[in-house]
């Protein structure tokens, strides 16, 4: 019976990880839940788009100017869109009376499906299906969430591939907005 106590005890030894096991653990962990977003500049024209709102009522890309608007790709069986909903919506919210905007385009739900997601999730802010004049404005994007910040111009400035965060819509979208109020 000696003997196999300290067998007990090696195969304990052998099953504990070590520190930096744990730690890519962890860093594995921290990616999985929030991975990175690669955040370029692009400062360049949007050709005119239109979408057609679920409930029938047609959005012009000419209706937005003058606001800073997060154009936002998105599906509602992606995880990472589903987290970052919450963080648009509190955004949208805190920032909305100073002139910014949100239009969420899914890149393959129906106008029904949209509008019962958004719905259920208790989202205001706009969201419609992708289009041809979509695709042409801004590239035919099948990464989500993939989002697009536009200024009062009509300029594309900024293309997150990746989920957003508060911290980085503050970044990008308060300098656009600050911009947008000067005479």
Known sequence: MD????????VSKKWTPSPLTLILLGLIAW???RPPADVSEENRPAP???????DGRLLTSD???????LVNFWATWCPYCRK?????????????????EVVSISIDDSPEKIASWMQDKG?????????????AAFGNVTSVPTSFIVDVEGRI???????????RLEKLVAPLLAEAKQP
């Open 3 to 10: 003997r196999q106590a300290p067998k007990k005890l090696k």
């Open 31 to 33: 990616l999985w839940f």
């Open 48 to 54: 005119p788009w239109q979408v057609t709102l679920p």
């Open 63 to 69: 209706s937005l100017k003058g606001k800073v608007v």
């Open 84 to 100: 970052e909903k919450p963080v648009i919506d509190d955004f949208w919210h805190d920032t909305r009376d100073r002139g910014f």
């Open 123 to 135: 989202y205001a802010f706009m969201a419609a299906p992708t289009n041809a004049s979509v695709a």
């Open 157 to 167: 400035r900024h293309k997150i591939a990746g989920q957003v965060h508060y911290p």
